[in-house]
Nanobody, 126 residues
Framework: QVQVVESGGGLVQAGGSLRLSCEVS????????VGWFRQAPGKGREFVTV????????YYADSVKGRFTISRDNAKNTVYLQMNSLKPEDTAVYRC???????????????????WGQGTQVTVSS
């Protein structure tokens, strides 16, 4: 059974940084990719970024490009999301999930992902 567990959220002032972690365990797709999504109160789920565990290729939403960095540690089956220059509009529940790694494709729709974590709250104060 696949388990996905996020950690690392919290409260930070605007301009600050946080690092989220997403640990994956169990038998997953092979190869697979890990994506981060976020959902702010009253808004829909928004794609943030995705990383292919084999090779490390990444894709970012325009809203976070240049501020957020996704990385992986295959030995630990863990993906990290380093968030810098945080803005109040980054406030949301952040969740990670896994998807198939298809050559030449970066999945960005939540419907393409499964085995979601429980989420971690990120709050950025102004």
């Amino acid at each position: 059974q696949v388990q996905v567990v996020e950690s690392g959220g919290g409260l930070v002032q605007a301009g600050g940084s946080l690092r989220l972690s997403c640990e994956v365990s169990g038998r997953t797709y092979s190869p697979y990719a890990v994506g981060w999504f976020r959902q702010a109160p009253g808004k829909g789920r928004e794609f943030v970024t995705v990383i292919k565990m084999s090779g490390g290729a990444t894709y970012y939403a325009d809203s976070v490009k240049g501020r957020f960095t996704i990385s992986r540690d295959n030995a630990k089956n863990t993906v990290y999301l380093q968030m810098n220059s945080l803005k109040p509009e980054d406030t949301a529940v952040y969740r990670c999930a896994i998807t198939r790694d298809v050559f030449g494709t970066f999945f960005r729709s939540a419907a393409e992902f499964d085995h979601w974590g429980q989420g971690t709250q990120v709050t950025v104060s102004s």
